[in-house]
């Protein structure tokens, strides 16, 4: 536990310190460039971009071995991913340019056949006598162990860059993703800029592959997103809070993994990070499901009240449950059902705004007001009093029928 | 010294005209949407954009911005090229081709009409939120700018697209069916606006659906049916013999009656 601490403050050593810094930069930039990928409707396309660095992974470690390197270098190992998850980008594209086939089933063949490959070279790499091929398996599911400074620098400066990147074209980036037609009207190279959208996506895979892995960089540039979208409805926001999301998942996941060397970072990143979806998901404010819940129960509470209302007014007898608690929650009725004088006053009121509302759908010419009739909104929201008043003079000659 | 202003247009099309395009050809697939159209709208006036569903009236609009590829044919803004000329065009899309839970406001969308004068670097400035709320008040919003666009009738979306164009400050307006799906009030706010429009010598291009209201709202009129029908001043040109040649029988006798139209 102690150990977990130092790491989360820092203190747990300069290099843990590093790769610590390092997630969290990471995470902001999984988060932010998520953000579009899920405005724009393609966050798939990411998994398919993530599953294609690994037969790349493969190839640099064999190019850079046969070269007489050290097969486990960083840098050559994320130029080989980066060049194969390019070429999965651009076979998801082209798929969908050139054929009839839809997105999904674009990115679920790419997925596999990359990832297929990449097995099969990770495979022929075990076999290979030369080269010390343990630790290419840690590139599926992430790990901060035995990460050299250098490795750290690479990740905290890439995800830096990242997000430098996403602030500068964050305009462009909302425009596509809000309204593709009216952005291309305006002279905005749409597919370029999706083609950059992706290309930041790609970035923070590559960027990502050593800490978190391939199989569940996906989860880190999903899940901050649509965290952030239960707390705002404003774009700028959903973007910059899903960074914090993503900083906060990375720098608790690698503290973690710190202070717990066996254990892989990725999933850890994953589940802080799903921890806070889930709060959001239950406990945001109208959009979690708690806040709907209670708002559809209000909402019910008032329907209940109004259609006992309406019978009061008719005297009829209520028979329905919820109707009478409500009603005699507010004093409405005494729990014999009988109406108290408030009850009464209610009753009425409500009947002669069913009244005012009729008259105001034959005489009122702004059709906009009438359609904002739903049996709930209280008609002085709508109209204004010299409104109703004239509505009651019409009333009171058709009330007498 | 010659005059080059003598020397005859190599393009035929007017200059002067807001948009103007000759033998514009479309194609879905190898149906055709659009056949060898020609078209030269008037400045400083309402233009309709007239015919039946399926005739290419939003395709005229998309092709004409070059956001579908044309065949063939040339196009005109202002006597230049659509592409150098982008800046005086505001265009205001169908209302569906917009996703309705995006986490946007209507003032946010209103500053995307700014985008131009944004670039990449620069803060929104006082004097720029200022002007988009002056917009949104200009077509009857301003009490709803914070509220998230999903959050609103069919009729306010639209008006909030509108005010979106007038931040452009943009001297040729293209409307993709502005009245399509929107209550009398918003009807009424959007047509005074485009007037206004009009009375600053600004030139409007819509795609109207509602012949009805044809000779009160518009001055010009293109009639389309994949090709050109007829163009020319609505009181001229919106007559009952252009209206069935564009309809073909799916408008009745007693329809084109109702539209209490002066005989050609």
Not at chain 1, 196 to 219: E, F, N, R
Not at chain 1, 243 to 272: D, K, R
């Amino acid at each position: 536990m102690q150990d977990f601490l130092d790491a989360l403050v820092l203190q747990a050593g300069y290099n843990a310190a590093l790769v610590t810094l390092g997630a969290a930069l990471l995470g902001f930039a999984a988060g932010a460039g998520g953000s579009f990928l899920f405005l724009r409707k393609r966050a798939l396309v990411s998994d398919a971009v993530a599953h294609a660095t690994l037969p790349g992974v493969g190839l640099a470690f064999i190019a850079m071995v046969a070269l007489g390197g050290d097969g486990r270098s960083l840098p050559g190992l994320m130029a080989g991913s980066a060049l194969t998850a390019w070429l999965g980008l651009l076979g998801v594209e082209a798929i969908v340019r050139r054929t009839r086939l839809a997105e999904d089933a674009a990115i679920g063949a790419i997925l596999s056949v990359f990832f297929g490959m990449g097995v099969v070279l990770l495979t022929v790499i075990q076999n290979m006598s030369q080269g010390r091929q343990a630790g290419l398996e840690s590139f599926l599911l992430g790990s901060t162990a035995g990460m050299l400074y250098q490795d750290a620098m690479l990740i905290a400066g890439g995800g830096a860059m990242v997000v430098a990147a996403i602030w500068l074209l964050r305009r462009p980036m909302t425009l596509v993703a809000f309204d593709p037609g009216y952005a291309a009207a305006r002279g905005v190279n749409v597919g370029r800029v999706d083609l950059a959208m992706m290309g930041l996506v790609l970035a923070v895979t590559v960027i990502g592959l050593k800490l978190v892995g391939l199989i569940l960089i996906v989860a880190l540039l999903i899940i901050p997103p649509v965290t952030a979208r239960f707390w705002s409805d404003r774009a700028d926001n959903v973007v910059w809070s899903a960074g914090v999301l993503g900083a906060v998942s990375g720098w608790g996941g690698a503290a973690l993994s710190a202070s717990a060397p066996s254990m892989p970072t990725g999933p850890i990143i994953v589940l802080i990070a799903a921890a806070l979806f889930t709060f959001s998901l239950l406990f945001a404010p109208v959009r979690g499901v708690l806040a709907s819940v209670l708002a559809r129960r209000a909402f019910q509470a008032r329907v209940h009240r109004r259609q006992g209302l309406l019978a009061l007014s008719r005297s009829e007898p209520i028979h329905d449950g919820l109707t009478l608690k409500v009603l005699t929650r507010e004093g409405l009725i005494r729990p014999d059902g009988v109406a108290t004088d408030k009850g009464r006053a209610a009753a009425a009121k409500i009947a002669r705004d069913e009244h005012r509302w009729s008259v105001a759908r034959r005489l009122h010419h702004d059709t906009a007001l009438t359609g904002r009739y739903d049996g709930l909104t209280p008609i002085e929201e709508v109209f204004t009093a010299d409104e109703i008043a004239l509505f009651d003079t019409r009333v009171d000659r058709i009330g007498a029928v | 010294m010659v005059d080059l202003s003598l020397v005859a247009q190599p393009r035929g099309l007017d200059p002067a005209s807001p948009l103007a395009v000759r033998g514009l050809t479309v194609t879905y697939g190898e149906k055709p949407a659009l056949y060898s159209l020609d078209a030269t709208f008037p400045v400083g006036a309402m233009s309709a954009i007239v015919g039946p569903n399926g005739a290419g009236k939003s395709t005229f609009l998309k092709a004409a911005l070059g956001l579908i590829p044309r065949v063939s044919g040339e196009v005109t803004v202002f006597g230049r090229d659509v592409n150098r000329a982008r800046d005086r065009i505001a265009y205001v899309p169908q209302r569906a081709s917009v996703d309705w839970d995006f986490p946007t406001t209507a003032i946010d969308v209103v500053l995307m009409g700014l985008y131009g004068q944004l670039g990449l670097w620069r803060r929104i400035s006082g004097a720029q939120r200022a002007l988009a709320r002056a917009c949104l008040d200009r077509v009857g919003m301003a009490d709803f700018a914070d509220r998230q666009i999903g959050q609103l009738s069919g009729g306010q979306q639209q008006r909030v697209f509108l005010a979106r164009a007038l931040a452009q400050n943009a001297d040729l307006l293209l409307l993709d069916e502005p009245f399509a799906g929107v209550d009398a009030a918003t009807e009424s706010a959007i047509i005074d606006v485009l007037k206004s429009l009009k009375a600053e010598g600004r030139s409007v291009i819509a795609v109207h659906h509602d012949l009805s209201t044809v000779t009160a709202y518009f001055d010009h009129i293109l009639l389309v049916n994949l090709r050109r029908i007829a163009e020319g001043p609505v009181a001229r040109t919106f007559t009952a013999a252009s209206l069935s040649e564009t309809y073909g029988g799916r408008l009745g006798a007693l329809q084109i009656e109702g539209l209490d139209l002066k005989e050609a």
